[in-house]
């Protein structure tokens, strides 16, 4: 089951639709069901707006599409959402190197389906109120510009600082120590990576190849930890001095890559058979993260048996175009999807302790011939919505070990010597804490000053190592093909590469096999802040015979809560009815009640007393007398029920006048009277 959106255009154009998430089955047998629940993040159907540089979700109804393929979808629900909300308050990364306008689809006829609209019309729609929708601040704060070298006293004092280079001062570390001083806490990194030389400073921030000679004669226990047929590995040259072991970094992309039979130094055979795993979009093609994950897990425990640190794995490129030559490592066209099965992938290797993934290209690999030197000119809002977006996730929801930079550049500048690409989105706003690689040989095309500062921690294979110390010392060499391609190499900035790549060793199993003391976490596991950007929730499985006993129980349900509808409404027209009866009644009792009028006497001037029984259930009585015997115009008294007599005044003397008396009762706010008593006449006394 894949749900998708359809965000509405405003001031910023949106595709048809976009994949939220997914959800697989468990195996159903004909006639069975399951019933399937995914959620996913609101804020994920927003769009980038470079003017902002914040994601957006503009007012109006996003509607939610469910079905089994992006092209068999029906309308499941409409939010809409009252006014627009920045949901993602960013910064201006990556500017377009070149030019132009993205294309439009304005004036053109967008896709559809028949009933699409009546479907629209008659969904459920709920309210997506904007006051509820946080925004969240998550613009870099790194500073590109800023170098912070570490010293120790007595280096500080004759050290000559550069343009927005800082120096701090840190402690000077005692004679012989080690990198497992800085994992107890004996001794900061800061003043670890103080201590070390221009030429183990370059020989930590390349791999094996080309190292620059070392006293070190601890060279038979890093040997230990080579894998045959590796694509390479840290520096082996400090194991002994300062207790670093090497890592050993294998290629997939569809499992490890290794010498399947080798000879170790002592003539012993070695056997390191692997699985092979399927490919990349095979994986996707599964919609199946749970799967992906077990893969994962076992290719995690592969690396673990045979002395792998490092996966150079999963590819996280787009499908851009089907003749790129990496395709096959790669998972979909869709960024969406790349992100939840490398999530996926990275999550299950990861697993494993003191292993993991190293994502990659990172990025726009998008075609193989001449994929060292091609420059990929991308706006701002695709490299984030599209080429960006699976990476993003992987390192919010399960934090890779490592990352590797592409050979390409992007928008002008070599991805491997881009700050943007490599520190202020990855670092500065997205909070990976892992430690960036260059691709195989890409260090020989950029400055190893702009590599350094850009935050490629690691040049593989290596091969850099007396460019840099050059560039250290202020006489930069760079390479036979370009003189002038290194600029002075800040000490902070391969300080600070160095300290990443020793991080990611003391997360290492290399490191957990030196150092018996250690414990060697499942890396993504020692995270608590990570992100879920979708999750499911499944049922048990129905069987056809309990679906059909479900649809029959429904239908009868259905049928009963109708008729128990129409008796409850009888109901209420009954009651209607009996209340009306009961009113009418009342009033009846009261129009067919008489009144006595027991006397009507005048013993004084000008005034006569009326006297009348009880009567039982009025509210009150009228009495009504007029020297006319038909009672026209007479005039009225209103008594209390509790009253049973009325002496009327200012009567004229010697007139006769005619009495009469009824009750009265209050029923629905309106007074209903009794039948008049028999009329009396009385003269008045002179």
Not at 220 to 248: C, H, M, R
Not at 489 to 502: A, E, F, H, N, P
Request: aromatic letters at 6%; a positive charge; charged letters at 25%.
């Amino acid at each position: 089951m894949e749900v998708y959106f359809s965000a509405p255009d405003g001031s910023i154009e949106k595709p048809y639709q976009e994949l939220a998430g997914f959800a697989k089955t468990d195996n159903l047998a004909p006639g069975e069901s399951q019933e399937l629940t995914v959620t996913y993040k609101t804020t994920e159907m927003s769009s980038y707006d470079e003017a902002k540089a914040a994601y957006v979700m503009e007012d109006g109804d996003y509607i939610v599409r469910v079905g089994d393929s992006s092209r068999n979808t029906e309308v499941a629900g409409v939010l809409t959402l009252d006014k627009d909300v920045v949901t993602e308050q960013l910064s201006n990364q990556l500017t377009l190197d070149k030019n132009w306008k993205d294309l439009s689809k304005t004036g053109k006829t967008p896709y559809s389906y028949k009933d699409e609209a009546a479907q629209i019309k008659a969904a459920a729609r709920i309210a997506l109120p904007s006051a509820k929708i946080r925004t969240e601040n998550n613009a870099s704060q790194i500073d590109e510009k800023k170098v912070t070298t570490y010293l120790t006293a007595d280096a500080a004092k004759d050290y000559k600082t550069a343009k927005d280079e800082e120096v701090k001062v840190v402690d000077a570390v005692p004679a012989n120590t080690k990198l497992i001083d800085v994992y107890n806490g004996k001794v900061s990194m800061e003043s670890f990576v103080a201590s070390l030389d221009d030429t183990q400073l370059a020989n930590l921030a390349n791999g094996l190849t080309g190292a620059t000679e070392s006293t070190d004669d601890g060279s038979w226990g890093a040997d230990a930890n080579s894998v045959a047929g590796a694509a390479g590995e840290t520096s082996q040259l400090y194991f002994k001095t300062l207790g670093i072991p090497n890592t050993v970094e294998a290629d997939g992309p569809a499992g490890i890559r290794v010498t399947a039979e080798a000879t170790d130094k002592d003539g012993n055979a070695v056997y390191n058979y692997c699985t092979a795993f399927p490919i990349g979009t095979l994986l996707a093609q599964t919609w199946n993260t749970d799967l992906v994950n077990r893969v994962g897990k076992a290719i995690g425990e592969e690396m673990v048996e045979i002395g792998v640190t490092l996966w150079l794995a999963p590819g996280m490129n787009i499908h851009r175009d089907p003749l790129c030559g990496r395709n096959f490592e790669y998972y979909s066209e869709d960024p969406a999807l790349t992100g939840y099965v490398g999530s996926a992938i990275t999550a299950g290797v990861q697993s494993n302790k003191g292993v993991g993934v190293t994502i990659k290209h990172y990025i726009t690999n998008n075609q193989e011939t001449n994929r060292s030197a091609v420059n990929t000119s991308v706006s701002e809002r695709t490299l984030r919505e599209i080429y960006l977006k699976g990476f993003e996730m992987v390192v919010k929801s399960a934090q890779p070990m490592a990352i590797m930079s592409s050979y390409n550049k992007v928008n002008g500048t070599y991805a491997c010597e881009n700050f943007d690409l490599l520190t202020s989105i990855p670092r500065g706003e997205w909070g990976f804490d892992g430690m960036v690689m260059t691709d195989w040989g890409a260090g020989n095309r950029a400055g190893v000053d702009t590599m350094m500062h850009a935050g490629n921690d690691l040049v593989m294979p290596g091969r850099t190592q007396t460019r840099m110390i050059a560039a250290l010392q202020g006489k930069p060499a760079g390479t036979a093909q370009n003189p002038d391609l290194d600029k002075t190499l800040l000490r902070g900035d391969i300080q600070k590469c160095v300290s990443r790549v020793l991080t990611m060793i003391m997360r290492s199993s290399q490191f957990g096999k030196m150092n018996a003391s250690v414990d060697v976490k499942a890396h993504t596991e020692t995270y608590d802040n990570l992100v879920t950007y979708a999750s499911v929730s499944k049922k048990a499985v129905k069987t056809a015979a309990v679906k059909k006993l479900e649809d029959e129980l429904k239908k009868a349900q259905e049928k009963a809560d109708k008729l128990e509808k129409e008796l409850g409404e009888a109901n209420q027209k009954t009651q209607a009815a009996n209340k009306e009866v009961e009113k009418l009644q009342a009033k009846l009792d009261v129009r067919t009640k008489n009144i006595r009028l027991k006397s009507a006497k005048s013993k004084k001037a000008k005034q006569a007393t009326i006297r009348w029984a009880k009567a039982k259930d009025v509210d009150g009585y009228v009495v009504e007398y007029s020297a006319k015997a038909n009672l026209k115009s007479a005039k009225k008294k209103n008594v209390k029920a509790s009253t049973t007599s009325l002496t009327v005044k200012n009567l004229k003397k010697g007139k006769k006048y005619y009495v009469r008396v009824r009750g009265y009762k209050v029923i629905d706010g309106q007074k209903v009277y009794t039948q008049y008593s028999a009329k009396k006449a009385v003269k008045i006394k002179k």
